[in-house]
Protein backbone atom coordinates (compact mmCIF):
# COMPACT_ATOMS: atom_id res chain seq x y z
CA UNK A 1 0.00 0.00 0.00
CA UNK A 2 1.26 3.53 -0.81
CA UNK A 3 2.57 5.58 2.42
CA UNK A 4 -0.25 8.00 2.78
CA UNK A 5 1.23 11.71 1.97
CA UNK A 6 0.10 12.97 5.72
CA UNK A 7 0.10 10.10 7.92
CA UNK A 8 -0.96 12.95 10.98
CA UNK A 9 -4.37 12.80 9.23
CA UNK A 10 -5.05 9.67 10.44
CA UNK A 11 -6.58 8.61 13.95
CA UNK A 12 -4.16 7.13 16.68
CA UNK A 13 -3.99 3.34 16.60
CA UNK A 14 -4.05 3.18 20.38
CA UNK A 15 -5.72 6.48 21.61
CA UNK A 16 -4.19 6.20 25.09
CA UNK A 17 -1.44 7.14 23.26
CA UNK A 18 -2.97 10.21 22.49
CA UNK A 19 -4.10 11.01 25.82
CA UNK A 20 -0.40 10.85 26.80
CA UNK A 21 0.51 13.34 24.57
CA UNK A 22 -2.38 15.88 25.06
CA UNK A 23 -1.23 15.42 29.19
CA UNK A 24 2.04 16.02 28.49
CA UNK A 25 1.26 19.14 25.99
CA UNK A 26 -1.41 20.58 29.03
CA UNK A 27 1.11 20.07 31.46
CA UNK A 28 3.85 22.03 29.35
CA UNK A 29 1.60 25.07 28.36
CA UNK A 30 -1.28 25.55 30.91
CA UNK A 31 0.30 28.65 32.15
CA UNK A 32 -0.38 29.89 28.80
CA UNK A 33 -3.10 27.64 26.84
CA UNK A 34 -6.84 27.33 28.91
CA UNK A 35 -9.02 25.78 26.15
CA UNK A 36 -7.78 22.89 23.56
CA UNK A 37 -9.50 22.20 20.80
CA UNK A 38 -9.19 18.26 19.37
CA UNK A 39 -8.50 18.37 15.76
CA UNK A 40 -9.37 20.52 13.32
CA UNK A 41 -12.46 20.07 11.06
CA UNK A 42 -12.41 16.09 11.33
CA UNK A 43 -15.32 16.19 9.21
CA UNK A 44 -13.61 16.51 6.23
CA UNK A 45 -10.17 15.77 4.88
CA UNK A 46 -7.79 16.76 7.78
CA UNK A 47 -9.20 13.29 9.53
CA UNK A 48 -9.37 9.91 7.46
CA UNK A 49 -11.07 8.28 11.26
CA UNK A 50 -15.18 8.07 11.47
CA UNK A 51 -16.93 9.81 13.88
CA UNK A 52 -16.85 6.61 16.43
CA UNK A 53 -12.58 7.20 16.45
CA UNK A 54 -13.24 11.32 16.82
CA UNK A 55 -15.57 11.21 19.78
CA UNK A 56 -13.11 8.66 21.75
CA UNK A 57 -10.23 11.04 21.06
CA UNK A 58 -12.60 14.05 22.24
CA UNK A 59 -13.42 11.48 25.66
CA UNK A 60 -9.92 11.00 25.61
CA UNK A 61 -8.79 14.08 25.52
CA UNK A 62 -10.65 15.78 28.30
CA UNK A 63 -10.04 13.39 31.01
CA UNK A 64 -6.31 13.84 30.07
CA UNK A 65 -6.45 17.11 29.84
CA UNK A 66 -8.22 17.76 33.46
CA UNK A 67 -6.19 15.47 34.99
CA UNK A 68 -3.07 17.52 34.71
CA UNK A 69 -4.97 21.11 34.77
CA UNK A 70 -8.50 21.22 36.67
CA UNK A 71 -9.34 24.91 34.66
CA UNK A 72 -8.71 24.25 31.17
CA UNK A 73 -11.45 23.33 28.36
CA UNK A 74 -11.74 21.26 25.63
CA UNK A 75 -13.72 21.98 22.44
CA UNK A 76 -15.13 20.18 19.70
CA UNK A 77 -15.98 20.91 16.55
CA UNK A 78 -16.13 20.73 12.77
CA UNK A 79 -16.06 22.09 9.52
CA UNK A 80 -18.92 24.61 8.80
CA UNK A 81 -22.03 24.13 11.15
CA UNK A 82 -22.19 20.07 10.40
CA UNK A 83 -25.11 19.52 12.61
CA UNK A 84 -25.64 16.17 11.16
CA UNK A 85 -21.71 15.03 12.64
CA UNK A 86 -22.07 17.35 15.43
CA UNK A 87 -25.82 14.99 16.40
CA UNK A 88 -23.52 12.02 15.64
CA UNK A 89 -20.94 13.06 18.21
CA UNK A 90 -23.67 13.74 20.62
CA UNK A 91 -24.58 10.60 20.18
CA UNK A 92 -21.25 8.95 20.57
CA UNK A 93 -21.32 10.31 24.66
CA UNK A 94 -18.91 13.44 23.71
CA UNK A 95 -22.04 16.10 25.87
CA UNK A 96 -20.47 15.56 28.88
CA UNK A 97 -16.75 16.05 27.66
CA UNK A 98 -17.04 19.35 26.02
CA UNK A 99 -16.51 23.01 26.95
CA UNK A 100 -16.60 24.77 24.07
CA UNK A 101 -18.66 24.29 20.78
CA UNK A 102 -16.21 25.08 17.83
CA UNK A 103 -17.74 25.55 14.20
CA UNK A 104 -16.22 27.56 11.07
CA UNK A 105 -19.20 29.15 8.91
CA UNK A 106 -17.20 30.01 6.12
CA UNK A 107 -18.96 31.82 2.92
CA UNK A 108 -18.06 32.12 -0.44
CA UNK A 109 -17.86 34.74 -2.69
CA UNK A 110 -18.55 38.54 -2.82
CA UNK A 111 -21.61 39.12 -0.82
CA UNK A 112 -22.09 38.26 2.66
CA UNK A 113 -25.38 36.20 3.69
CA UNK A 114 -26.05 37.53 7.80
CA UNK A 115 -29.24 35.41 7.82
CA UNK A 116 -27.69 31.92 6.49
CA UNK A 117 -25.05 32.60 9.82
CA UNK A 118 -27.54 33.26 11.83
CA UNK A 119 -29.31 30.38 10.91
CA UNK A 120 -26.95 28.28 11.34
CA UNK A 121 -25.75 29.42 14.86
CA UNK A 122 -29.27 29.28 16.21
CA UNK A 123 -29.48 25.15 14.66
CA UNK A 124 -26.37 24.61 16.52
CA UNK A 125 -27.45 26.51 19.77
CA UNK A 126 -30.80 24.56 19.49
CA UNK A 127 -28.71 21.22 19.15
CA UNK A 128 -26.83 21.92 21.79
CA UNK A 129 -29.63 22.91 24.10
CA UNK A 130 -31.25 19.79 23.38
CA UNK A 131 -28.62 18.06 24.78
CA UNK A 132 -28.19 19.13 27.74
CA UNK A 133 -25.89 22.03 27.20
CA UNK A 134 -27.19 25.11 27.01
CA UNK A 135 -24.86 27.05 29.14
CA UNK A 136 -21.85 25.86 27.35
CA UNK A 137 -20.28 28.62 24.44
CA UNK A 138 -20.43 28.81 20.73
CA UNK A 139 -17.03 29.74 19.38
CA UNK A 140 -16.26 30.98 15.78
CA UNK A 141 -13.18 29.46 15.44
CA UNK A 142 -12.39 29.87 12.10
CA UNK A 143 -14.10 32.38 9.39
CA UNK A 144 -12.42 34.30 6.76
CA UNK A 145 -12.45 35.52 2.76
CA UNK A 146 -9.47 35.34 0.43
CA UNK A 147 -8.41 37.75 -2.15
CA UNK A 148 -7.19 34.37 -3.92
CA UNK A 149 -10.98 33.60 -4.90
CA UNK A 150 -12.44 36.39 -6.51
CA UNK A 151 -12.86 39.26 -3.44
CA UNK A 152 -10.95 42.34 -3.96
CA UNK A 153 -9.43 43.89 -0.32
CA UNK A 154 -11.80 46.61 -0.06
CA UNK A 155 -14.57 43.52 -0.10
CA UNK A 156 -12.55 41.20 2.01
CA UNK A 157 -12.59 44.35 4.67
CA UNK A 158 -16.51 44.73 3.98
CA UNK A 159 -17.19 41.39 4.37
CA UNK A 160 -15.14 41.01 7.68
CA UNK A 161 -16.87 43.54 9.15
CA UNK A 162 -20.47 42.34 8.26
CA UNK A 163 -19.41 38.72 9.92
CA UNK A 164 -18.27 40.33 13.05
CA UNK A 165 -21.22 42.49 13.48
CA UNK A 166 -22.86 39.50 12.32
CA UNK A 167 -21.70 37.15 15.32
CA UNK A 168 -22.11 40.52 17.84
CA UNK A 169 -25.49 41.10 17.24
CA UNK A 170 -26.37 37.55 18.42
CA UNK A 171 -23.80 37.05 21.14
CA UNK A 172 -25.66 37.21 24.09
CA UNK A 173 -28.77 35.29 22.76
CA UNK A 174 -26.82 32.44 21.25
CA UNK A 175 -23.66 32.53 23.09
CA UNK A 176 -21.26 33.48 20.45
CA UNK A 177 -18.15 33.96 22.73
CA UNK A 178 -15.45 34.56 20.43
CA UNK A 179 -14.92 34.82 17.04
CA UNK A 180 -11.17 34.06 15.07
CA UNK A 181 -10.55 35.42 11.80
CA UNK A 182 -8.38 33.11 9.42
CA UNK A 183 -5.58 33.95 9.74
CA UNK A 184 -3.60 36.97 10.56
CA UNK A 185 -0.62 37.18 7.61
CA UNK A 186 -0.89 35.95 4.13
CA UNK A 187 1.63 33.07 3.00
CA UNK A 188 2.57 32.42 -1.05
CA UNK A 189 0.67 35.38 -2.50
CA UNK A 190 -2.73 37.30 -1.63
CA UNK A 191 -5.25 35.06 0.64
CA UNK A 192 -6.97 35.49 3.46
CA UNK A 193 -4.72 37.64 5.84
CA UNK A 194 -5.12 40.44 7.45
CA UNK A 195 -1.29 41.48 6.64
CA UNK A 196 0.26 40.82 3.01
CA UNK A 197 2.60 38.47 2.30
CA UNK A 198 5.63 41.80 3.15
CA UNK A 199 3.32 42.15 6.83
CA UNK A 200 1.46 45.31 5.35
CA UNK A 201 -1.76 45.69 6.63
CA UNK A 202 -4.74 45.31 4.29
CA UNK A 203 -7.83 47.47 4.59
CA UNK A 204 -9.50 44.23 6.61
CA UNK A 205 -6.56 44.59 9.39
CA UNK A 206 -8.20 48.17 9.63
CA UNK A 207 -12.07 47.10 9.65
CA UNK A 208 -10.72 44.51 12.32
CA UNK A 209 -9.39 47.41 14.34
CA UNK A 210 -12.54 49.05 14.48
CA UNK A 211 -14.94 46.35 14.74
CA UNK A 212 -13.20 44.99 17.54
CA UNK A 213 -12.62 48.47 19.27
CA UNK A 214 -12.45 48.58 23.53
CA UNK A 215 -15.52 49.35 25.39
CA UNK A 216 -14.69 52.74 25.33
CA UNK A 217 -16.06 53.34 21.71
CA UNK A 218 -19.57 51.77 22.02
CA UNK A 219 -21.48 51.12 18.48
CA UNK A 220 -18.73 53.16 16.74
CA UNK A 221 -17.25 51.95 13.40
CA UNK A 222 -15.73 55.00 12.48
CA UNK A 223 -16.16 58.59 11.30
CA UNK A 224 -16.73 59.57 7.89
CA UNK A 225 -13.59 61.89 6.24
CA UNK A 226 -16.48 64.99 6.70
CA UNK A 227 -16.46 64.06 10.56
CA UNK A 228 -19.14 62.64 11.06
CA UNK A 229 -20.36 59.80 13.26
CA UNK A 230 -20.96 56.46 11.45
CA UNK A 231 -22.65 53.79 13.75
CA UNK A 232 -21.40 50.10 13.50
CA UNK A 233 -24.16 48.38 11.50
CA UNK A 234 -24.53 44.99 9.48
CA UNK A 235 -23.99 46.77 6.02
CA UNK A 236 -21.19 49.13 7.26
CA UNK A 237 -18.54 50.25 4.25
CA UNK A 238 -15.16 50.58 4.63
CA UNK A 239 -13.57 52.42 2.05
CA UNK A 240 -10.13 50.88 1.80
CA UNK A 241 -9.54 51.28 5.58
CA UNK A 242 -9.81 54.72 5.61
CA UNK A 243 -12.54 55.26 8.14
CA UNK A 244 -11.35 52.97 10.76
CA UNK A 245 -7.60 54.37 10.81
CA UNK A 246 -9.42 57.87 11.35
CA UNK A 247 -10.93 55.91 14.06
CA UNK A 248 -7.80 55.02 15.89
CA UNK A 249 -6.07 58.39 15.52
CA UNK A 250 -9.35 60.20 17.80
CA UNK A 251 -10.01 60.08 21.02
CA UNK A 252 -13.39 58.00 22.34
CA UNK A 253 -16.35 59.45 22.50
CA UNK A 254 -20.16 58.70 23.94
CA UNK A 255 -22.60 56.80 21.57
Given at each position: ?T??L?P?????K??A???R????C???Y????K??????E?????????A?D???M???????A??E????R?A?GC?G?D????E?L?E???G?Y?D?M?V????W?????????????????Q?M?????????????E????????V??R????L????L???LSV????K??????????????P?Y????????????W?????VT??????RT????P?G?H????????F?G????R??????????
Amino acid sequence: MTKPLFPWHYPPKDVADFARFVRQCVARYQHRVKVWEVWNEPNIGFFRGSAADYAEMVKAAAIAARQEGRDCRIAMGCAGVDLEVLEWLYEFGCGPYLDVMSVHPYQWGRQFNDGWMIDKLQECRQLMDRHGDSRKEIWITEIGWSLAEGVTARQQANLLAQALVTALSVRRRLKIEKVFWFCVKDWGGPGYGLLDTAGKPKPAWFADQAVTCPASYPRTCGWTPGGAHRPAGPAGSFQGGRVCRQQLRRAPVSP
